[in-house]
DNA sequence: CAATCTTGTACAAACGTTTGTGCAAATTTT
DNA sequence: AAAATTTGCACAAACGTTTGTACAAGATTG
């Protein structure tokens, strides 16, 4: 069964390929087609198999229906749930996804980038993975509309969708303040990247808020090696800290192993928050506190954003940022 | 910026377009295209910021660089690790993936399949979701190649590659009745799914040879809810199970929190052991024991056939069941 | 120096759509 | 019944590539 294109259908119904297309592609009323030609159209589209090719379609009209998601890991659930979402959202908009991850590595970004563009993507939706945007913002110049989601740039004209990083690690400081600590150790994420850099200032700020000024941050990846590596160097200190607050759950996993390895409890031993909630985390030893994101909604209104600009072609950027919850669970001990 | 194409680097070179396309393509030998020539064109499509458009390309020839990766859903960790592997090692062979989850619906699996067709994608790798086949046998019918994982049709000649499932289910509950259980309650996923299927026997036929001949098995989903309602059910009963088989990761995670909610421990009150690895078992309140698949093995066999078979459209059907590995923690309990 | 071979390049068709325009036939209006 | 309008459809160009073929100029051979 080879595929059937628009001209078998024409020379089987005797119409006209013009008339095919224009039945087919949903322009039947607008170019007149009569109520007859119409029922042979679909009908011997139907008995042919007829599946529209849309590499010839979009080649004529440079429409490709197609968006692309960059983010930097599949394997991180929270950007696989952002992924799962956009997907999903898309695909009810007649979108097809490319989905790609960067492996947390700029040069695999901008390959894929390349790669994308070549594919001729109506949108892009990234999670960027360094603090080069030039990039990103070329995509954008070539007019095709781009959003930011969970990390961006805050001086650029690139929409963004993010959580309020700097009132979630504000509080969840606070917090910690409140339960009598005051040696807290922040394992942070790329340093270069906006939401570590606000989460970063959340925590000094209310530490300093607090009269501490003792403010100890540690680290400089969002990975699974770096929460270990630096959990593990933090455990030879003389005086350790009596809280840790991680910037990510990938962090947070790798301080978990290196605080089971060190046979260190929590949170009799040592208090932990984390940014990022999975549901894994209620079943921990210690069920975990977390700043939770929306990714919901983060995703929801990217999706959003991206489709309206692709329709409307008004470049007023919106940078928005939405509201993080705190989830309490049994990770922090009030001390003193 | 305009797109560049290879008419503009024709003119501004002076070439044909036929000798830039030769060029660009890598074929510049082949048609004995002179040194400076290339030079010129490589130059000029450098200046230009030229990008091959791939819908014309493909168009011309059939091809379309894209592959389809179809998973039952992108929030389950399993399959966002087999999506992440396939994702970057077909990358290594300059294909896209396109990624979809069919949400456990069939429906939406069919449908998406549609679509992927219509964009001449050369090859497929499916977690069918369903006991339905048709749809992907015609996939193949058509010439695309197609490989199943995890899950697969028996007697169909789609190739597959998956774990031998009845293996692991066998050893897992041998190990449970080694450790002196008998009442073993198994929750199980999709019935009709092939890898459902074998586990329960393999399940099963451990039991029986154990001489035990009161086999419970429940459920009927492959997901969250239904490992907390079938858990929920189990605690009801006037006697309850000493040990539980869950049959995926998902089920597992509903169950631990049915257990938590009753105030149930594991693995004083009650043994657990699940189909499914992932590093966060490793952190839970009790480590938690499974049968890990060799993820990564299955996503690059997959990989490596799926190319082969676009190669050589030699139509051997392979079909191949790798060894889990049993992943002994914590959570079962020698009892009597 | 004619015949042959090699080298380097260009012409033009084709892939499957979409769409501006044109033009009969049917219908309505005058 | 002629003129005007509407209805229904087709022609042909275009999108950006790839590729079979053709062909001139230079190099090699006899």
Redesign the interface.
């Known amino acids: 069964?080879q595929?059937a294109s628009i001209t078998d259908i024409a020379e089987m119904t005797g119409l006209s390929i013009t008339t095919v297309s224009r039945v087919l592609s949903g322009k039947a009323k607008q170019y007149r087609i009569g109520k007859q030609s119409q029922e042979k159209v679909r009908e011997a589209a139907k008995k042919l198999h007829y599946?529209?090719?849309?590499?010839?379609a979009?080649?004529r009209t440079g429409k490709?229906s197609t968006l692309a998601l960059i983010i930097p890991?599949?394997?991180n659930?929270f950007f696989?749930?952002i992924?799962?979402e956009i997907?999903?959202e898309l695909?009810k908009f007649n979108y097809?996804?490319?989905?790609?991850?960067s492996?947390e590595n700029v040069e695999i970004e901008k390959m894929?980038l390349?790669?994308?563009?070549?594919?001729?993507i109506e949108g892009l939706i990234i999670v960027p993975c360094g603090d080069q945007w030039e990039h990103i913002k070329e995509i954008q110049?070539?007019g095709i509309p781009v959003v930011c989601i969970d990390r961006y740039f805050e001086d650029l004209d690139i929409p963004y969708i993010s959580t309020d990083n700097y009132e979630g690690a504000y509080k969840a400081t606070q917090y910690l303040i409140g339960n009598g600590h005051s040696r807290i150790t922040c394992i942070q994420g790329v340093q270069t990247s906006t939401p570590n850099r606000l989460r970063v200032k959340g925590f000094t700020d209310a530490m300093k808020e607090a009269g501490h000024e003792d403010i100890n941050i540690v680290g400089d990846d969002f990975t699974?090696q770096n929460g270990y590596l630096e959990t593990k160097l933090l455990l030879q200190q003389k005086q350790r800290p009596t809280a840790i607050f991680t910037l990510s759950n990938t962090i947070a996993?790798g301080c978990?192993?290196a605080l089971?390895e060190e046979n260190i409890h929590v949170p009799n031993d040592i208090s932990l928050i984390t940014f990022d909630d999975?549901?894994?985390l209620?079943?921990?030893?210690?069920t975990l506190s977390c700043i939770a994101q929306p990714v919901s909604d983060i995703s929801k209104i990217a999706v959003k954003f991206l489709l309206s600009k692709i329709q409307n072609k008004d470049i007023n950027t919106s940078q928005v940022l939405l509201k993080p919850s705190m989830k309490l669970r049994d990770s922090i001990r009030k001390i003193n």
């Open positions: 069964m595929k599946v529209p090719n849309h590499f010839a979009n080649l490709s890991s599949l394997n659930p696989a749930g992924a799962s997907n999903t695909r097809i996804t490319i989905i790609s991850d492996d894929e390349l790669q994308m563009t070549a594919r001729n110049d070539q699974f996993m978990m192993k089971k999975h549901p894994y209620d079943y921990l030893s210690t």
